[in-house]
């Protein structure tokens, strides 16, 4: 993964149980690099090792750590570092995710060494779409729960979202369902 | 191959195209177009859009447009210049004959996006805005990120630049550290040694041996636990720390020079024993405690007093919070007790003087000190002391103070207190009373204003400066009272300190002495007129005494020449008549005069060489006329134990025995009077004689024994007209015998008779002179020796000296006055003078100052006066005379004086020949007259005799010669006795009688040169005659 995403990690860990536990964490996961760059490639098995160390050290489930990282990532990383992209992803949430599988169709060529999930919305009506979630990683479901709320979020709708069904296989293909609330 | 676009997927392919007609007006454009630019279909596309790029090639008409097909166009809004620029190329459709503008916005900043309200999905899918935008954004993200690990690693640069100075610093830190640091390998071979243990390290120094042999000891046993040894090298005390570091597999060594340490220690020892000794023995109940009111110190009287059965060392450490309920049983107030205690403990500031009664009625006093320690409470200390004395003796003293502040009231003392500028800080009512002012009216106002006399100001000036250097002092003084009457006061003053020791004013007690004073000033008047009568008196005395003295003197000499005299029977009848009289009268004149001295305070006693045997017969021959007379038998007596050498002043004993018997004789009419002496002690230097004289005359009554004494008294007046006499004659004598160190005792019994006796000591002489007496310094001729002036004016009294020392071989010179004393004294020397006081031109008194200041002689010169009373003796030594002979005197009397000043002259000489003749083994020899003899000792004597006889005769004749240089006459006197020198071998006066000779027969003899050889020779040739007479008794 590229260097944000575990960037993301240590930001959200910093600013909510400070620098001392991330310490902490870079040396239970024994991983060495003390610093990320945000567009170079790192081996998937570091983000996966702090994930696992942060759950250890702050005694949080995976999952927790994963939905939280998701939500970080969209609210502070993304809008931090790609906020006007981000709002010129859609006016709203439905029109976010509707663009939602182009944006990371343009993010490949972007990050040649990025191996992006693949997106499909099928929207049911307005109020409800159904996400299609396919990656060449496994073990990221709760990471796409946390990024669709901070999405949710940064629109400031309320959702309510489903995981209809995970399929593992050559590609992780989760299948989520999610509801608008007024 | 595509045939057409629907209108709709044209849209999608080119959301931003722009179509215009022939006449440039905008047919339609795309929906992403209309969002940024609004509705611009049917508006002139010059009115919208103007040529960036081509901008000099192209105008603004379909023509020029056609021509600039495939080439990159860039048009700017008119509505938005700068901020909206599109990019991309005219296509002509010949079909529509319109041009179609198929562009993108051209977006460089992600910004913009939102500044156009734009959605990646206005653009067309194909289209890179969107991506280009994302790629500048992470390279963006990805310098923010480079620029944060740039700064990140400047910061670690800096940090790693100041830890690699901290590490440098700790580094210098065990070399700088001036306690020796060692570090040694498991065989103790030295590592490191930082500086200060470089000495250390010197193992020749002999002084650390010892030190290395306990380390090496040490090393060898130590195991993983540090080690702390105590080392003493030399003088020194070391403290080292082995610290084991074994993973290493050596040992650090910290070393600590500890003498100091060590010499603090024991010092504090010494003095924490000390200070726990001094608080055990002393004379309080003394309690510490801890921050936790835990005991740390507590001495043996406190437990005696709180009643605790422990001793004091076992209470270290027990807990004192419940200790004051527990002891408040001991006092009166317990509860107030306890209280209290809560109370200080709780404030914690220092408190002293807490007053504690005990049901025992004993008081305490108590004092407690918190102790803290930078400013942290480490408890406290409590001192209790039985004041329980003191608190009496100061009721007591309030008492007495009560008891004499009340004394002094009734005293009439006057108190006042004044501050330095004399003002009244406090009046005691006697004061008021004393002044007249009210207490009020004293407080208000100054001392010296309200009180003071002007002509007393320099008294209150000097006593206020006598305060001020702190000294007390009593003075008298005036004041003026408040109705302006003069009182005086004794003041006494003393000045009044306060706590630092500074005088801050004075205190008075003023006595009011008006009364003393005016008694005073009448007794200063009495005693002017006691004085000036006193005077009156003496100088009456003293001219009487003059006035009768000076014919006296000549009545009394002319008659004892004229008893010298052939006279008949009848004219020595009358002649002894005359002198009795004359005697009497001089009696009565010497009692008065020597009164007068007694009263003055001025008998003075002399001491010489006394003989009471001649005193004895003296009285004797003078009484016994008298005696013969009244039938009366005198009998003297002298204890043969008394010395014959006795030192004392004769002619005073004498004067008192002569009294004493004359009363005898007087007041016996038969029987007897006798006079003795007894010895009663004989000690070293002097004999204890009592001396008594006894009659069995009419005696005295036993009440008038006393009177008898006093002055001018007589047993009764009957006595007076029957037997005369002044009634000074008995106090003279206890005078002169009290001052002889004896007292006059009488025993009598009426008609039966009186005894009166004195015990007196009289010094023993040591050595007894061959001539020490005025008779036998007149009987051996050494009047013949000395030469003396007779200054005298008077004719008379000429005569009668002149006389006197004539008759006596003495050679003397007359002056008239003063002036001539003068002029004799620059011609030649003498031995003595004899100075008349009232003489014309120059007196005896400027005489005698003159010879003493200017010429500063110190030849002995005695006053001839009729003035004797006490203050002209002193006038007269104080002029430089030696003594002085009252008028009139008797030759003895003359002579004695004489004798007394110029003896040591005279006697010296004598003593020299004396000497100079018993060094020889023989003053002369008799070998030649015996030779000559041929064994006729009858011739001998008479060659002695003859030698006896007229050798004198030759220096008498001497004598005359040098009265009236006569040489002829000393020529021919020393010629006559050259022989007999020679033929007797007087080898001291062989030469010198020849020298006379020579001298005298010379063309211009030396007269002094005469008269100094003469009385060598006189001395030698009396000496060889006494000797004869002592030595050749047989001849005589």
């Not at chain 2, 008028?887 to 003593?911: G, S």
Request: proline share 3%.
């Amino acid at each position: 993964m590229y260097g944000i995403v575990n960037q993301a990690i240590q930001g959200l860990v910093v600013e909510n149980y400070g620098q001392e536990k991330w310490n902490e964490i870079l040396q239970l996961s024994g991983i060495q690099e003390t610093h990320f760059i945000s567009n170079e490639s790192y081996e998937d098995g570091i983000t996966f090792e702090l994930v696992a160390a942060a759950s250890e050290i702050l005694q949080l489930k995976q999952e927790d750590v994963l939905f939280a990282f998701g939500e970080y990532w969209i609210l502070n990383t993304g809008h931090q570092k790609y906020g006007e992209l981000m709002k010129a992803g859609g006016n709203d949430f439905l029109e976010f995710m509707k663009n939602l599988p182009n944006f990371h169709g343009r993010i490949m060529l972007i990050y040649p060494k990025l191996c992006p999930p693949e997106f499909l919305v099928e929207v049911e009506n307005e109020k409800k779409i159904k996400l299609h979630y396919y990656s060449a990683r496994s073990g990221l479901t709760y990471f796409v729960f946390g990024l669709i709320h901070g999405i949710a979020a940064m629109f400031h709708q309320s959702i309510k979202m489903e995981l209809l069904s995970s399929e593992p296989g050559v590609s992780w293909h989760d299948t989520f369902l999610i509801e608008m609330i007024d | 191959m595509i045939k057409e676009f629907t209108e709709e997927n044209f849209k999608k392919i080119f959301p931003f195209y722009v179509c215009i007609d022939k006449n440039l007006k905008i047919v339609n454009a795309g929906p992403s177009m209309e969002k940024i630019l609004g509705k611009i279909s049917d508006r002139s596309f010059s009115d919208v859009f103007k040529f960036v790029r081509p901008s000099l090639t192209i105008d603004m008409s379909f023509e020029s447009i056609l021509v600039h097909q495939d080439i990159v166009i860039i048009l700017e809004s008119l509505e938005f210049p700068l901020l909206t620029r599109f990019r991309g190329q005219f296509i002509y459709q010949e079909s529509e004959e319109n041009i179609l503008y198929l562009n993108s916005p051209w977006i460089t900043d992600v910004v913009d996006l939102g500044f156009h309200n734009l959605l990646i999905s206005d653009f067309a899918i194909h289209d890179t805005i969107t991506d280009n935008l994302q790629l500048l954004q992470s390279k963006q993200i990805v310098n923010e990120d480079i620029r944060k690990i740039a700064d990140e690693l400047r910061l670690q640069r800096d940090e790693l630049i100041e830890k690699n100075k901290t590490i440098a610093e700790l580094a210098a830190f065990p070399e700088q550290n001036p306690e020796p640091i060692l570090r040694v390998n498991c065989q103790g071979d030295v590592l490191y040694a930082n500086k200060a243990a470089e000495k250390l390290i010197q193992e020749n120094d002999t002084l650390n041996k010892p030190f290395w042999d306990v380390i090496k000891t040490a090393l060898e046993k130590i195991g993983t636990e540090l080690v702390n040894l105590e080392v003493q090298c030399g003088e020194e005390t070391f403290q080292a720390i082995i610290v084991p570091i074994p993973d290493k597999k050596y040992h650090n060594i910290y070393i600590k020079n500890t003498t100091d340490t060590v010499r603090y220690q024991n010092e504090l020892i010494d003095t924490s024993t000390r200070l726990y000794s001094l608080i055990n023995n002393m004379n309080s109940a003394v309690l510490a405690e801890d921050e936790h009111r835990k005991i740390i110190l507590v001495n043996q009287m406190f437990c005696d007093l709180f009643q605790i059965p422990a001793l004091p060392e076992q209470m270290n450490g027990v807990d004192c919070s419940g200790a004051a309920e527990q002891s408040k049983h001991l006092f009166k107030d317990g509860e107030g007790f306890v209280r209290r205690i809560d109370e200080v403990l709780k404030n914690r500031v220092p408190v002293f003087g807490d007053l504690l009664h005990l049901k025992t009625d004993r008081i305490l006093e108590r004092d407690y000190v918190p102790v803290f320690e930078n400013k942290q409470y480490k408890g406290h200390i409590w001192k209790y002391q039985d004041i329980t004395e003191i608190v009496k003796n100061k009721e007591s003293l309030g008492k007495v103070e009560e008891k004499y502040r009340k004394i002094i009231e009734n005293l009439k003392l006057g108190l006042i207190e004044v501050d330095l500028e004399e003002n009244i800080t406090k009046v005691y009512p006697a004061f008021c009373e004393m002044t007249g002012y009210t207490e009020q009216e004293l407080m208000d106002g100054n001392a010296r204003k309200l009180l003071g006399f002007v002509d007393e100001e320099k008294t209150f000036d000097k006593q206020n400066n006598l305060r001020k250097e702190g000294q007390s002092s009593v003075y008298e003084t005036k004041i003026r009272t408040k109705s302006g009457e003069a009182k005086w006061l004794i003041i006494s003053g003393a000045p009044i300190y306060n706590d630092q020791n500074e005088v801050v004013g004075s205190l008075g007690i003023h006595v009011d002495i008006s009364e003393r004073k005016k008694l005073e000033q009448e007794l200063i008047q009495a005693k002017d007129i006691a004085v000036s009568s006193v005077k009156a008196k003496e100088v009456f005395i003293a001219n009487m005494s003059h006035e009768i003295r000076t014919p006296m003197n000549v009545i009394i000499g002319m008659t004892e020449l004229l008893n010298d005299s052939l006279l008949n029977k009848e004219q020595r009848k009358y002649l002894s008549a005359v002198k009795t009289s004359a005697d009497n009268l001089l009696g009565l004149i010497n009692d008065i005069l020597d009164f007068s001295k007694i009263e003055a305070g001025h008998l003075e006693l002399e001491e010489f060489k006394l003989h009471i045997q001649d005193i004895f017969e003296n009285l004797e021959v003078s009484f016994e006329p008298k005696a013969h007379e009244k039938k009366i038998l005198i009998q003297t007596e002298i204890d043969p134990k008394v010395s014959i050498n006795l030192l004392g002043d004769g002619y005073k004993l004498n004067q008192v025995l002569v009294n004493l018997v004359n009363n005898a004789i007087k007041f016996t009419e038969n029987g007897s009077v006798s006079i003795k002496a007894s010895l009663l002690d004989d000690f070293e230097n002097e004999q204890r004689i009592k001396f008594s004289v006894a009659d069995t005359g009419i005696g005295i009554n036993p009440e008038n024994l006393e009177a008898i004494f006093q002055m001018f008294k007589q047993e009764d007046s009957s006595i007076t007209r029957r037997y005369g006499g002044t009634g000074l004659g008995l106090s003279i004598s206890q005078s002169i015998v009290e001052s002889m160190g004896g007292n006059i005792d009488v025993k009598s019994e009426k008609n039966v008779g009186s005894e009166f006796s004195f015990v007196i000591s009289l010094k023993k002489e040591n050595i007894a002179p061959s001539v020490s007496e005025p008779k036998e310094f007149m009987k051996e001729k050494y009047g013949e020796m000395i030469n003396i002036l007779v200054a005298e004016d008077n004719e008379l009294n000429q005569l009668l000296i002149t006389s006197i020392l004539e008759k006596e071989g003495v050679q003397y010179d007359l002056a008239d006055d003063g002036k001539v004393v003068l002029e004799k004294l620059n011609e030649k020397s003498y031995h003595l003078i004899l100075m008349d006081i009232q003489m014309p031109y120059m007196d005896g008194m400027a005489t005698a100052k003159y010879i003493r200041q200017t010429l500063n002689l110190d030849i002995p010169i005695i006053a001839l006066t009729a003035n004797a009373s006490p203050e002209d003796e002193a006038k007269y030594k104080e002029a430089g005379m030696n003594d002085y002979i009252a008028k009139p005197f008797k030759r003895e009397e003359l002579f004695t004086k004489i004798y007394l000043h110029i003896k040591n002259q005279v006697m010296n000489k004598n003593e020299e020949t004396t000497n100079e003749n018993l060094n020889a083994h023989e003053l002369y020899s008799l070998v030649n007259i015996e030779a000559i003899s041929q064994g006729d000792q009858q011739f001998v004597k008479t060659i002695v005799e003859t030698f006896k006889t007229n050798t004198p005769n030759y220096l008498e004749e001497i004598v005359k010669g040098i009265q009236n240089s006569d040489f002829a006459k000393i020529k021919h006197a020393s010629h006559q006795m050259k022989p007999s020198f020679d033929i007797l071998e007087i080898e001291k006066v062989r030469q010198t009688v020849r020298d006379i000779e020579t001298e005298s027969a010379s063309a211009n003899p030396n007269m002094e040169k005469i008269k100094q050889d003469f009385e060598h020779l006189n001395a030698v040739v009396l000496l060889v005659i006494k000797h004869m007479e002592m030595t050749f008794n047989d001849y005589k």
